[in-house]
C-alpha cells in the first residue's frame, strides 16, 4: 500500500507553461526526497528535504516541504521538452527505518 | 563513472529459470537497497544492507528470493523458479550512513521479462 499520494497523474502542458505536482501523505516524514525518471532507467535524485516549511530551487524547479512534514510540493516554472519525465516523491520515516516509500509518480509530458 | 550500476541491464528468461542480478554501489557507501518498480507504480522496497548484515526483508520478497553482499560491497540478487509476475524493473540504490539524511542514489536498473 502506497502511503504517499502524488497528483496529478499525468500532466501534459505545453512549452513555455507552469506546473505544480503535489505529494501528500497522513503520515509524518523524517525527510522527503524528489526524484525524475526516464523510460528504462532508474530515477535520478533532484532534492531533499527535511526541515518543516523548507523550500529548496533547483534553477526552474522550487520544493516546499509542508510544515508538518506530511507534504510536499514541485513547482515548475516555463517547463521546457526537456523537463518530460516520470515525477516521483520518496519519503523516510528516520529512526532506524531507512527504505524509502514512493509515490506512484507524476507523469508529465511538455509538448514544444 | 563513480555511480550505482548495475547488471545485466535487460533479462529476458523464460518460467522456472533462476536469474541473477548484480549491483556495485558507490563505493564509500556502507547502505545498499533493492527496489521492485512494475509499470505504472513507483519502487517499492525489498531488502537493505548496511555493510554486509542484511537488515531487513520485505513481504514482497518470498522463499524464492535471495539477496547477498559478501565483503559489504557488491550485491547480488537472485531470484530462484521464476514467474511471469516477476516481470518488472530491479533497482539498486546505495546511501552513506553518519549523515542528517540518508539519501539514497540509483542504479539505473535491471529490466527483468519473464516469458
Known amino acids: 500500500t502506497q502511503l504517499l499520494e502524488q497528483s496529478p497523474q499525468f500532466l501534459s502542458i505545453q512549452e513555455g507553461e507552469n506546473l505544480t505536482v503535489y505529494c501528500n501523505s497522513s503520515s509524518v516524514f523524517s525527510s522527503l526526497q524528489w526524484y525524475r525518471q526516464e523510460p528504462g532507467e532508474g530515477p535520478v535524485l533532484l532534492v531533499t528535504v527535511v526541515t518543516g516549511g523548507e523550500v529548496k530551487k533547483l534553477k526552474r524547479l522550487t520544493f516546499q516541504f509542508g510544515d508538518a512534514r506530511k507534504d510536499s510540493s514541485l513547482h515548475i516554472t516555463a517547463a521546457q521538452p526537456g523537463d518530460t519525465g516520470l515525477y516521483l516523491c520518496a519519503a523516510s520515516r528516520g529512526g532506524s527505518n531507512y527504505k524509502l516509500t514512493f509515490g506512484k509518480g507524476t507523469l508529465l509530458t511538455v509538448n514544444p | 563513472d563513480t555511480g550505482v550500476s548495475q547488471d545485466p541491464r535487460h533479462k529476458i528468461t523464460k518460467r522456472g529459470q533462476n536469474v541473477t542480478f548484480r549491483c556495485d554501489p558507490i563505493?564509500?557507501?556502507?547502505?545498499l537497497y533493492w527496489y521492485r518498480q512494475t509499470l505504472g507504480q513507483g519502487p517499492e522496497f525489498l531488502t537493505y544492507f548496511q555493510n554486509e548484515a542484511q537488515l531487513e526483508k520485505s513481504r514482497l520478497l518470498s522463499d524464492r528470493f535471495s539477496a547477498e553482499r559478501p565483503k559489504g560491497s557488491f550485491s547480488t540478487l537472485e531470484i530462484q523458479r521464476t514467474e511471469q509476475g516477476d516481470s518488472a524493473m530491479y533497482l539498486c540504490a546505495s546511501s552513506l550512513s553518519g549523515r542528517s539524511t540518508d539519501t539514497q542514489y540509483f542504479g539505473p536498473g535491471t529490466r527483468l521479462t519473464v516469458l
Open positions: 563505493s564509500e557507501h556502507n547502505r
